[in-house]
Nanobody, 114 residues
Framework: QVQLVESGGGLVQAGGSLNLSCAAS????????MGWYRQAPGKQREVVAI???????TYAEFVKGRFTISRDNAKNTVFLQMNSLKPEDTAVYYC????????WGQGTQVTVSS
């Protein structure tokens, strides 16, 4: 089992920044993929950004140039720096760990006011 604990969500004005973090613990395998997804009310969960343990990254088109994903493999932690936030970025953001199975964090609310 893998446990994920997220932090860093909150309320911010449009144009502002937030930094999310997610710490993984438990049966961590060194080769894995960690990332962030989000789900807005009435919408399906969608990928925001993912990063492999080999530092390969994938971003959703709607966050390119605004969000940056990074990792600290020694601490099994993944970060999401979110800049130039827009009201449409409002959602619950979920951390994900994938290696053979998918594991999810409890989610952290990000609210961007206009």
């Amino acid at each position: 089992q893998v446990q994920l604990v997220e932090s860093g969500g909150g309320l911010v004005q449009a144009g502002g920044s937030l930094n999310l973090s997610c710490a993984a613990s438990g049966r961590i395998v060194s080769i894995n993929t960690m990332g962030w997804y989000r789900q807005a009310p009435g919408k399906q969960r969608e990928v925001v950004a993912i990063m492999t343990s080999g530092d390969s990254t994938t971003y959703a088109e709607f966050v390119k140039g605004r969000f940056t994903i990074s990792r600290d493999n020694a601490k099994n932690t993944v970060f999401l720096q979110m800049n130039s936030l827009k009201p449409e970025d409002t959602a619950v953001y979920y951390c994900n760990y994938e290696r053979y199975f998918n594991y999810w964090g409890q989610g952290t609310q990000v609210t961007v006011s206009s």
